[in-house]
C-alpha cells in the first residue's frame, strides 16, 4: 500500500498535535474539576455557617418573648399580678402566632411541670431544667425524634418574683424555608425511621426518614436514588455528586448531634448541573480548537511538502500496480476517466487505490447483505463465533432425524473438543483463548460444505452435523479434513501454536433417533479419541459406553478411596553413588483396592489428574511423606531426605506454599530434607511465574528437581533461568547403558552441563552395576532403581534403613 510522504507528515504531526491537545484538555478537566472541588468544599462550610446562624437568629427570637410577657402583663386590665401561666394562657394564640411557637412548658423552682400549652408532648427533663435553674442562663436545643423543633428553655421572673424556668418549642420550617430561600438549595431534616415502617418519607436503605423537607415531592425522589447508589457512611464523611437521568446534585450532611436530642441530620440538596454543564462545555471548545488546529497544521504541512511529493511521483505511479496485479481490473475500473497521458500524477494513483478499495468494499458489502439474510433465517446463533448455538443445533438435528427416517441417507453428527485449549487460557488469557476459538469456527466452516451446520456447545467444545451422506463412512473423512484444516499454524501476536482436536462420530440414524442420546453417544466417542491420544476421530460403538461407564465407577472408586483412606506411599531408596548410602527416598502412591488388591499407578493417576482429584489426594501425599521422613534415621541418626512428585495440578495450585508450610509443621521436618520433583512441561507454559513459585519454595528452604529431564520439553535457554537444585535423567537415558553410545553421550552431557549450572544429578532406572559404574565415572552424585530397591512400604523401608551402615543389601554384597 502506497502512502505519500505529505501524508506521513500530516499523520506524525496529527499525532503529536493530538496528543498534546489531549494532555491539556485532560489536564484542564482535572484542574476545573479541582477548582469546582474547592469551590464545593467553601459553599459546604458557607452553608454550615448559614444553618447556625438561622438557628441563632432563631433562638433570638425566641429569646425576645422573655422581654414581651412583662408588657402583656402590664397591659392587663387587672389591678392584681396574674399568674404566669394564667397570663400565657390569655396570650397564647398571640404567642403561638406571632412567634411561631408550637408549644410551651412552665416549670417551677423545684423542677416540677405547672402547664404546658400546644400539642402535646413529652415534658423537657429535669436535667435541662435544673441547669438553666442553676445557671440562669437560657439553653438552646434541637429534638428531633419523629420531627425536629428548636426548643429554648429560659429562667423567668412571675409577677410574684418567683424564679420560673419556661420552655418553648418551635418548628425548623421557617428556618429550613429561609436557608433555602437564602442559598437556592432544598434543606431538609433526616431522623431515624425506627417505628416508621411503611412510612412513604422513608429513605431506604438509609433507614431515615424526612422529617421534613423543602420542595419534599421531588427531593424525595432524588435522595432515594442517591441512597441506592452512595452509602450513609459514605455521605457522612463528605458530600457526593451523583447523576440521575442528565442533572446532577450534590447531596451533603450536616450533623446536629453537638446541639440535638436524637440521631438527626440537616440534608442539603443542590444541582450541580449547571456545573458540571459548564466543564462539558470547556471540554467541548477544546477539543474544537484542538481540532481546528489540527486541520490548520494539516493544511499547512500539505502546502510545504508539495514539491517533495512530486518528486516522489514515478514510485507512486508503480508500486500499487505491482502490489495488486490485477492490471485488466485497474484498466476496466480507470477507463472511463480522462487523464493526461504523459504527466500523471499521485492523485491519480490515489484515484487507482481509491476505485480498488472502493470495489473491494462493494464486494464486501454485498457479500455481508447475503451473510446477514442467512444468519437472520437462523433464530440463534453464538454471540463470539457467530455459529449456530446449542438450541439452534438441536433444531437442525431433529430435523435430521426426520429426514433420515424417510430417505436412505445418512447423516453425521461429529462432536469436538479442542485439545489443550484449557493450557492456552491458563498460559495467554481469555482474550487469546477467544481469539483461538474464532479461528477454529472459521477453519471449522471452511472444512465442511455449504450447506452442513456448524455449532458452538460452549467452551471449546463444537458440533458438525454433516448432512445427506450416501455412505456411513463418510462422516470420517470430513473429520479428517477437518482436522488438517486446523492443523495449519495460528499465530496471534507473538504466539504460535497448533490448533488440534479430538472427534467422536455418530450416525444418524445408526446411533440413536433422539438429540440427547445421539449427543451422548458423539461426546463419549469423542472421550475415547481424546484417551487414544488426541488429534485424531473415533466412531462411537455400544463398547465405548460400557468403558464410559467403567470410568464413572472408577471415579466413584477413587473418591470413595479418597475419602476411606485407601491410598498408601511407597518409598524407592536414593543412594549416594559413593558411598553407597541411603541418603534419600522418593515417595510413590499406591491404590490398595479392597476388591481388586494393589492397582498401579498408571491405572488411576491420569483420571485422578483429569477430574480435579489429585489436588486433594496430593495434599495428602505431601503431609505424609513429610510425617514418614521425620521418623527416619540413616546411619549415626543422620537425616533422611523425601522426595515429593507433584502433578501439573499440584504444581498450578495456588495453595501449594501453604500445604507444604503446613506439612512441615506437622511434622516438624526440616525444609532442606524436601525435595519437590516436577516435570520440564510444567514450567514451560509459563516460566516467568513458574520461576516465581519455585524461588518462593526454595526461599523455604526446599530443593527443587526437574524430573524426568529430557523427555519433555526441554530448552536451555529455560533451564538457566530456572531456580532449581537438582536435574534427574530420565530411565530412558540409562536403561541401555553403557552399551548405547548415544546414550552415554546425552548421559555425559546432561552430567557435565549440570554441574557447570552447580545443580545435583539423579539418576534413574539404574538396574546394573555397570550402569552405576559408568554414572560413578561421570560425577552423577546419586542414583535410584530396581539395583538398590523396589518401592517399599514404610515398615520395610524402615528395615532397609536399619542395614548396617545403612548400605543396602546389595551394595553390602557386593
Given at each position: 500500500?502506497?502512502?505519500?510522504?505529505?501524508?506521513?507528515?500530516?499523520?506524525?504531526?496529527?499525532?503529536?498535535?493530538?496528543?498534546?491537545?489531549?494532555?491539556?484538555?485532560?489536564?484542564?478537566?482535572?484542574?476545573?474539576?479541582?477548582?469546582?472541588?474547592?469551590?464545593?468544599?467553601?459553599?459546604?462550610?458557607?452553608?454550615?455557617?448559614?444553618?447556625?446562624?438561622?438557628?441563632?437568629?432563631?433562638?433570638?427570637?425566641?429569646?425576645?418573648?422573655?422581654?414581651?410577657?412583662?408588657?402583656?402583663?402590664?397591659?392587663?386590665?387587672?389591678?392584681?399580678?396574674?399568674?404566669?401561666?394564667?397570663?400565657?394562657?390569655?396570650?397564647?394564640?398571640?404567642?403561638?402566632?406571632?412567634?411561631?411557637?408550637?408549644?410551651?412548658?412552665?416549670?417551677?423552682?423545684?423542677?416540677?411541670?405547672?402547664?404546658?400549652?400546644?400539642?402535646?408532648?413529652?415534658?423537657?427533663?429535669?436535667?435541662?431544667?435544673?441547669?438553666?435553674?442553676?445557671?440562669?442562663?437560657?439553653?438552646?436545643?434541637?429534638?428531633?425524634?419523629?420531627?425536629?423543633?428548636?426548643?429554648?428553655?429560659?429562667?423567668?421572673?412571675?409577677?410574684?418574683?418567683?424564679?420560673?424556668?419556661?420552655?418553648?418549642?418551635?418548628?425548623?420550617?421557617?428556618?429550613?424555608?429561609?436557608?433555602?430561600?437564602?442559598?437556592?438549595?432544598?434543606?431538609?431534616?433526616?431522623?431515624?425511621?425506627?417505628?416508621?415502617?411503611?412510612?412513604?418519607?422513608?429513605?431506604?436503605?438509609?433507614?431515615?426518614?424526612?422529617?421534613?423537607m423543602t420542595h419534599l415531592q421531588e427531593s424525595m425522589a432524588i435522595?432515594?436514588?442517591?441512597?441506592?447508589?452512595?452509602?450513609?457512611?459514605?455521605?457522612?464523611?463528605?458530600?457526593?455528586?451523583?447523576?440521575?437521568?442528565?442533572?446532577?446534585?450534590?447531596?451533603?450532611?450536616?450533623?446536629?448531634?453537638?446541639?440535638s436530642l436524637g440521631d438527626a441530620f440537616f440534608i442539603i440538596i443542590?444541582?450541580?448541573?449547571?456545573?458540571?454543564?459548564?466543564?462539558?462545555?470547556?471540554?467541548?471548545?477544546?477539543?474544537?480548537?484542538?481540532?481546528?488546529?489540527?486541520?490548520?497544521?494539516?493544511?499547512?504541512?500539505?502546502?510545504?511538502?508539495?514539491?517533495?511529493?512530486?518528486?516522489?511521483?514515478?514510485?507512486?505511479?508503480?508500486?500499487?500496480?505491482?502490489?495488486?496485479?490485477?492490471?485488466?481490473?485497474?484498466?476496466?475500473?480507470?477507463?472511463?476517466?480522462?487523464?493526461?497521458?504523459?504527466?500523471?500524477?499521485?492523485?491519480?494513483?490515489?484515484?487507482?487505490?481509491?476505485?480498488?478499495?472502493?470495489?473491494?468494499?462493494?464486494?464486501?458489502?454485498?457479500?455481508?447483505?447475503?451473510?446477514?439474510?442467512?444468519?437472520?433465517?437462523?433464530?440463534?446463533?453464538?454471540?463470539?463465533?457467530?455459529?449456530?448455538?446449542?438450541?439452534?443445533?438441536?433444531?437442525?438435528?431433529?430435523?435430521?432425524?426426520?429426514?433420515?427416517?424417510?430417505?436412505?441417507?445418512?447423516?453425521?453428527?461429529?462432536?469436538?473438543?479442542?485439545?489443550?485449549?484449557?493450557?492456552?487460557?491458563?498460559?495467554?488469557?481469555?482474550?487469546?483463548?477467544?481469539?483461538?476459538?474464532?479461528?477454529?469456527?472459521?477453519?471449522?466452516?471452511?472444512?465442511?460444505?455449504?450447506?452442513?451446520?456448524?455449532?458452538?456447545?460452549?467452551?471449546?467444545?463444537?458440533?458438525?452435523?454433516?448432512?445427506?451422506?450416501?455412505?456411513?463412512?463418510?462422516?470420517?473423512?470430513?473429520?479428517?479434513?477437518?482436522?488438517?484444516?486446523?492443523?495449519?499454524?495460528?499465530?496471534?501476536?507473538?504466539?504460535?501454536?497448533?490448533?488440534?482436536?479430538?472427534?467422536?462420530?455418530?450416525?444418524?440414524?445408526?446411533?440413536?433417533?433422539?438429540?440427547?442420546?445421539?449427543?451422548?453417544?458423539?461426546?463419549?466417542?469423542?472421550?475415547?479419541?481424546?484417551?487414544?491420544?488426541?488429534?485424531?476421530?473415533?466412531?462411537?460403538?455400544?463398547?465405548?459406553?460400557?468403558?464410559a461407564s467403567q470410568r464413572m465407577a472408577m471415579e466413584t472408586q477413587?473418591?470413595?478411596?479418597?475419602?476411606?483412606?485407601?491410598?498408601?506411599?511407597?518409598?524407592?531408596?536414593?543412594?549416594?553413588?559413593?558411598?553407597?548410602?541411603?541418603?534419600?527416598?522418593?515417595?510413590?502412591?499406591?491404590?490398595?483396592?479392597?476388591?481388586?488388591?494393589?492397582?498401579?499407578?498408571?491405572?488411576?493417576?491420569?483420571?485422578?489428574?483429569?477430574?480435579?482429584?489429585?489436588?486433594?489426594?496430593?495434599?495428602?501425599?505431601?503431609?505424609?511423606?513429610?510425617?514418614?521422613?521425620?521418623?527416619?534415621?540413616?546411619?549415626?541418626?543422620?537425616?533422611?531426605?523425601?522426595?515429593?512428585?507433584?502433578?501439573?495440578?499440584?504444581?498450578?495450585?495456588?495453595?501449594?506454599?501453604?500445604?507444604?508450610?503446613?506439612?512441615?509443621?506437622?511434622?516438624?521436618?526440616?525444609?532442606?530434607?524436601?525435595?519437590?520433583?516436577?516435570?520440564?512441561?510444567?514450567?514451560?507454559?509459563?516460566?516467568?511465574?513458574?520461576?516465581?513459585?519455585?524461588?518462593?519454595?526454595?526461599?523455604?528452604?526446599?530443593?527443587?528437581?526437574?524430573?524426568?529431564?529430557?523427555?519433555?520439553?526441554?530448552?536451555?535457554?529455560?533451564?538457566?533461568?530456572?531456580?532449581?537444585?537438582?536435574?534427574?535423567?530420565?530411565?530412558?537415558?540409562?536403561?541401555?547403558?553403557?552399551?548405547?553410545?548415544?546414550?552415554?553421550?546425552?548421559?555425559?552431557?546432561?552430567?557435565?552441563?549440570?554441574?557447570?549450572?552447580?545443580?545435583?544429578?539423579?539418576?534413574?532406572?539404574?538396574?546394573?552395576?555397570?550402569?552405576?559404574?559408568?554414572?560413578?565415572?561421570?560425577?552423577?552424585?546419586?542414583?535410584?532403581?530396581?539395583?538398590?530397591?523396589?518401592?517399599?512400604?514404610?515398615?520395610?523401608?524402615?528395615?532397609?534403613?536399619?542395614?548396617?551402615?545403612?548400605?543396602?543389601?546389595?551394595?553390602?554384597?557386593?
Open positions: 500500500m502506497f502512502i505519500s510522504v505529505r501524508w506521513k507528515v500530516i499523520a506524525l504531526v496529527s499525532l503529536l498535535l493530538v496528543g498534546i491537545s489531549g494532555y491539556f484538555i485532560v489536564n484542564s478537566e482535572r484542574e476545573l474539576k479541582k477548582l469546582l472541588d474547592s469551590q464545593r468544599r467553601d459553599v459546604f462550610l458557607s452553608y454550615q455557617n448559614e444553618i447556625v446562624g438561622l438557628l441563632r437568629q432563631s433562638y433570638d427570637h425566641l429569646l425576645q418573648l422573655s422581654d414581651i410577657l412583662p408588657i402583656l402583663e402590664s397591659g392587663s386590665n387587672d389591678e392584681a399580678a396574674q399568674p404566669l401561666d394564667t397570663l400565657i394562657d390569655l396570650h397564647w394564640d398571640y404567642i403561638s402566632l406571632n412567634w411561631g411557637m408550637e408549644s410551651a412548658q412552665l416549670f417551677d423552682d423545684t423542677e416540677n411541670l405547672i402547664s404546658q400549652w400546644g400539642y402535646s408532648r413529652k415534658p423537657s427533663t429535669s436535667a435541662t431544667v435544673k441547669k438553666v435553674l442553676e445557671t440562669g442562663m437560657p439553653v438552646s436545643r434541637l429534638i428531633c425524634i419523629d420531627t425536629c423543633q428548636q426548643v429554648v428553655t429560659l429562667p423567668i421572673i412571675s409577677p410574684d418574683q418567683q424564679i420560673m424556668v419556661l420552655e418553648f418549642s418551635t418548628s425548623l420550617a421557617d428556618t429550613l424555608r429561609a436557608f433555602q430561600q437564602i442559598t437556592q438549595t432544598d434543606i431538609g431534616v433526616l431522623v431515624s425511621a425506627n417505628g416508621h415502617a411503611g412510612d412513604l418519607r422513608v429513605v431506604q436503605p438509609w433507614s431515615k426518614r424526612l422529617a421534613a435522595l432515594q436514588e442517591a441512597a441506592e447508589q452512595v452509602s450513609f457512611a459514605t455521605l457522612q464523611k463528605q458530600p457526593q455528586v451523583f447523576q440521575r437521568g442528565e442533572a446532577y446534585y450534590e447531596v451533603s450532611l450536616v450533623d446536629l448531634k453537638a446541639q443542590e444541582d450541580m448541573t449547571h456545573q458540571h454543564q459548564q466543564i462539558f462545555h470547556a471540554k467541548q471548545e477544546a477539543i474544537r480548537t484542538a481540532l481546528t488546529s489540527i486541520i490548520l497544521s494539516g493544511l499547512l504541512f500539505l502546502f510545504a511538502f508539495w514539491t517533495a511529493v512530486i518528486r516522489l511521483r514515478g514510485h507512486a505511479e508503480i508500486l500499487p500496480i505491482l502490489a495488486e496485479r490485477d492490471f485488466k481490473l485497474i484498466r476496466e475500473k480507470l477507463g472511463g476517466k480522462k487523464r493526461w497521458r504523459f504527466f500523471r500524477d499521485e492523485l491519480d494513483v490515489l484515484d487507482e487505490a481509491e476505485l480498488r478499495v472502493a470495489d473491494q468494499l462493494e464486494t464486501m458489502q454485498l457479500q455481508i447483505e447475503k451473510d446477514t439474510q442467512r444468519l437472520e433465517s437462523l433464530a440463534l446463533y453464538d454471540s463470539l463465533t457467530q455459529l449456530a448455538n446449542r438450541h439452534q443445533l438441536f433444531k437442525e438435528i431433529q430435523q435430521a432425524v426426520k429426514e433420515s427416517a424417510h430417505s436412505d441417507l445418512y447423516f453425521g453428527l461429529l462432536y469436538l473438543d479442542l485439545d489443550n485449549f484449557k493450557h492456552v487460557n491458563d498460559s495467554l488469557g481469555h482474550s487469546v483463548g477467544d481469539e483461538v476459538l474464532k479461528v477454529a469456527a472459521k477453519r471449522l466452516q471452511a472444512g465442511v460444505r455449504e450447506h452442513d451446520v456448524v455449532a458452538r456447545l460452549g467452551g471449546d467444545e463444537f458440533c458438525v452435523l454433516v448432512k445427506k451422506l450416501k455412505h456411513r463412512e463418510d462422516s470420517g473423512k470430513v473429520a479428517e479434513n477437518i482436522l488438517a484444516v486446523l492443523a495449519e499454524p495460528v499465530k496471534l501476536g507473538t504466539a504460535e501454536f497448533i490448533i488440534s482436536a479430538s472427534i467422536g462420530i455418530v450416525t444418524i440414524p445408526d446411533h440413536g433417533m433422539s438429540t440427547e442420546q445421539l449427543l451422548q453417544n458423539a461426546d463419549i466417542a469423542m472421550y475415547r479419541a481424546k484417551a487414544e491420544g488426541r488429534s485424531n476421530y473415533r466412531f462411537y460403538d455400544a463398547q465405548m459406553s460400557v468403558v477413587l473418591r470413595r478411596a479418597i475419602a476411606e483412606n485407601q491410598f498408601e506411599l511407597h518409598y524407592q531408596p536414593q543412594v549416594d553413588l559413593v558411598s553407597g548410602k541411603v541418603v534419600s527416598a522418593e515417595a510413590l502412591v499406591r491404590w490398595h483396592h479392597p476388591e481388586r488388591g494393589m492397582i498401579p499407578p498408571d491405572d488411576f493417576i491420569p483420571l485422578l489428574e483429569e477430574t480435579g482429584l489429585i489436588t486433594s489426594l496430593g495434599e495428602w501425599i505431601v503431609k505424609q511423606a513429610c510425617l514418614a521422613a521425620k521418623s527416619w534415621a540413616g546411619v549415626d541418626g543422620e537425616p533422611i531426605n523425601i522426595a515429593i512428585n507433584l502433578s501439573p495440578r499440584q504444581f498450578a495450585d495456588p495453595k501449594l506454599p501453604q500445604i507444604i508450610r503446613d506439612a512441615m509443621a506437622e511434622s516438624s521436618l526440616m525444609p532442606s530434607q524436601i525435595e519437590i520433583e516436577i516435570t520440564e512441561s510444567m514450567v514451560m507454559s509459563n516460566i516467568e511465574e513458574s520461576n516465581q513459585l519455585l524461588k518462593y519454595l526454595q526461599d523455604l528452604g526446599v530443593s527443587i528437581a526437574i524430573d524426568d529431564f529430557g523427555t519433555g520439553h526441554s530448552s536451555l535457554a529455560y533451564l538457566k533461568k530456572l531456580d532449581i537444585d537438582v536435574l534427574k535423567i530420565d530411565r530412558t537415558f540409562v536403561q541401555d547403558l553403557p552399551d548405547d553410545e548415544n546414550d552415554k553421550a546425552i548421559v555425559a552431557a546432561i552430567i557435565a552441563m549440570a554441574h557447570e549450572l552447580k545443580l545435583k544429578v539423579v539418576a534413574e532406572g539404574i538396574e546394573s552395576l555397570e550402569q552405576e559404574s559408568f554414572l560413578k565415572e561421570h560425577g552423577c552424585e546419586m542414583g535410584q532403581g530396581y539395583l538398590y530397591s523396589k518401592p517399599l512400604p514404610n515398615n520395610k523401608f524402615v528395615e532397609l534403613l536399619k542395614w548396617p551402615d545403612n548400605i543396602v543389601p546389595f551394595k553390602r554384597s557386593s
